[in-house]
């Protein structure tokens, strides 16, 4: 079975400052990635996803992740945070023999501060 | 367009009642879930339902129970109500194949 380890559940940066969020998965098959944002009082919304093809990839809000298979590892980055990045972030993995189905890791809180 | 709305909001439930969280999309998805969120554990699959007139257990599913109604609703069903089911509830539906999913905006559910 796929799972997920965010190491941190509190990560605090300053205003400007680089923003690593750090996931790592477990998977004994091709995994998809993705990370998801939760504001306060709020449902999660999707930052941004790997499937297949580029390792690089690009989501909302200036956010990317790398999926290294290497090192099992897809780790969230934003060079500059904004107070307005401060929220909870989930790293999730689904695979094919799943169907859609996601797990979660427990969630890393980011605090940016002014 | 509403995506996946969930009702109620927000309730208060004395131990041992019943209540059914209420669950719609209109996405055309096939594929619709119900999660829990507890802090420091995440989110953790309680149901789900691949597609329409099927339904699952996920990880946590003891003394839940789901219905199927039809494409667009997916509810959940709590017979006899515990403090442990204190929480909150997600909903989300997705397309069939690997590509996320749509929240709902949760149930925060107390049982005193």
Same mark, same amino acid.
């Given at each position: 079975?796929?799972?997920?380890?965010?190491?941190?559940?509190?990560?605090?940066?300053?205003?400007?400052?680089?923003?690593?969020?750090?996931?790592?998965?477990?998977?004994?098959?091709?995994?998809?990635?993705?990370?998801?944002?939760?504001?306060?009082?709020?449902?999660?919304?999707?930052?941004?996803?790997?499937?297949?093809?580029?390792?690089?990839?690009?989501?909302?809000?200036?956010?990317?992740?790398?999926?290294?298979?290497?090192?099992?590892?897809?780790?969230?980055?934003?060079?500059?945070?904004?107070?307005?990045?401060?929220?909870?972030?989930?790293?999730?993995?689904?695979?094919?023999?799943?169907?859609?189905?996601?797990?979660?890791?427990?969630?890393?809180?980011?605090?940016?501060?002014? | 367009?509403?995506?996946?709305?969930?009702?109620?909001?927000? $309730?208060? +439930?004395?131990?041992? $009642?019943?209540?059914? =969280?209420?669950?719609?999309? !209109?996405? #055309?998805? #096939? &594929?619709?879930?119900?999660?829990? $969120? !507890?802090?420091?554990?995440? =989110?953790?699959?309680?149901?789900?339902?691949?597609?329409?007139?099927?339904? !699952?257990?996920?990880?946590?599913?003891?003394?839940?129970?789901?219905?199927?109604?039809?494409?667009?609703?997916?509810? =959940?069903?709590?017979?006899?109500?515990?403090?442990? $089911?204190?929480?909150?509830?997600?909903?989300?539906?997705?397309?069939?194949?690997?590509?996320?999913?749509?929240?709902? &905006?949760?149930?925060? +559910?107390?049982?005193?």
């Amino acid at each position: 079975a796929q799972s997920v380890t965010q190491l941190g559940s509190h990560v605090s940066v300053s205003e400007g400052a680089l923003v690593l969020l750090r996931c790592n998965y477990s998977s004994s098959v091709p995994p998809y990635l993705f990370w998801y944002v939760q504001y306060p009082n709020q449902g999660l919304q999707l930052l941004l996803k790997y499937t297949t093809g580029a390792t690089l990839v690009k989501g909302i809000n200036g956010f990317e992740a790398e999926f290294k298979k290497s090192e099992t590892s897809f780790h969230l980055t934003k060079p500059s945070a904004h107070m307005s990045d401060a929220a909870e972030y989930f790293c999730a993995v689904s695979v094919e023999t799943s169907g859609s189905r996601l797990t979660f890791g427990e969630g890393t809180q980011l605090t940016v501060n002014p | 367009n509403a995506g996946v709305t969930q009702t109620p909001k927000f $309730q208060v +439930l004395k131990t041992g $009642q019943s209540m059914t =969280l209420q669950c719609a999309q !209109d996405m #055309n998805h #096939n &594929s619709m879930y119900w999660y829990r $969120q !507890d802090p420091g554990m995440g =989110l953790r699959l309680i149901y789900y339902s691949a597609s329409e007139g099927t339904t !699952d257990k996920g990880e946590v599913p003891n003394g839940y129970n789901v219905s199927r109604l039809n494409k667009r609703e997916f509810s =959940l069903r709590l017979e006899s109500a515990a403090p442990s $089911q204190t929480s909150v509830y997600f909903c989300a539906s997705s397309v069939k194949g690997n590509y996320g999913y749509t929240f709902g &905006s949760g149930t925060r +559910l107390t049982v005193v």
